[in-house]
């Protein structure tokens, strides 16, 4: 079945660039959209926006400024920027298959990104 | 955009029944199709009801979902509660433009 992994830096300095990447396997990132979640601890889930496998965005408009996805059909993977970071946005990073009406499934295990210098 | 407005927590003893409900803010709650995840501490949100009312396979048919157009509001109906569902619960709905949108999310304990 498909599996998501998502890989990055765990430490990233404020006003600097947050930069993940999430590896599909199990299955082909065509045809389907892909998400990225996040976290803050202790607090709810946030979505931060959607990359389609043709490489179609849409993001989360509080986000918007800041949030670039990327996809790699290569290599399977797509990825997240998150520019000029600040200590708000540390948080688990997930990243999910998006599928309408069936929500996100499955999503990856998340990663942990502190922002801190 | 809109807000799903969960409660912060519930409570309930094994074996009873417990419902969360989530209650969108502007827009119909029928308009788009609504989403429950399962999050257990340290681990990644899991579904357990996608539109509206169905069940992934292997979630037990404890778990029901439904939507009220009167109250605009969505519910997760736990029933035979057991230990094993304590955790945070998450709706999700869809937006204009194609956005999506968490819940606040329910803190569910079994005691």
């Known amino acids: 079945q498909v599996q998501l992994q998502e890989s990055g830096p765990g430490l990233v300095k404020p006003s600097e660039t947050l930069s993940l990447t999430c590896t599909v396997s199990?299955?082909?990132?065509?045809?389907?959209?892909w998400s990225w979640i996040r976290q803050s601890p202790g607090k709810g889930l946030e979505w931060i926006g959607y990359?389609?496998?043709?490489?179609?965005?849409n993001y989360n408009p509080s986000l918007k400024s800041r949030v670039t996805m990327s996809v790699d059909m290569g290599d399977n993977q797509f990825s997240l920027k998150l520019s000029s970071v600040t200590a708000a946005d540390t948080a688990v990073y997930y990243c999910?298959?998006?599928?309408?009406?069936?929500?996100?499934?499955?999503w990856g295990q998340g990663t942990l990104v502190t922002v801190s210098s | 955009n809109f807000m799903l407005t969960q409660p912060h927590s519930v409570s309930e003893s094994p074996g009873k029944t417990v419902t969360i409900s989530c209650t969108r803010s502007t827009g119909s709650i029928a308009s788009n199709y609504v989403q429950w995840y399962r999050q257990r501490p340290g681990s990644a949100p899991t579904t357990v009801i996608y539109?509206?009312?169905?069940?992934p396979s292997g979630v037990p048919d404890r778990f029901s979902g439904s939507v009220d157009r009167s109250s605009n509001s969505a519910s997760l109906t736990i029933s035979g509660l057991k230990t094993e569902d304590e955790a945070d619960y998450y709706c999700q709905s869809y937006g204009g433009d194609n956005l999506r949108v968490f819940g606040g999310g329910t803190k569910l304990t079994v005691l």
């Open positions: 199990g299955g082909s990132i065509t045809n389907y959209y």
């Open positions: 990359i389609f496998y043709s490489g179609t965005t």
């Open positions: 539109e509206n009312i169905y069940r």
């Open positions: 999910a298959r998006d599928i309408y009406g069936l929500g996100f499934d499955p």
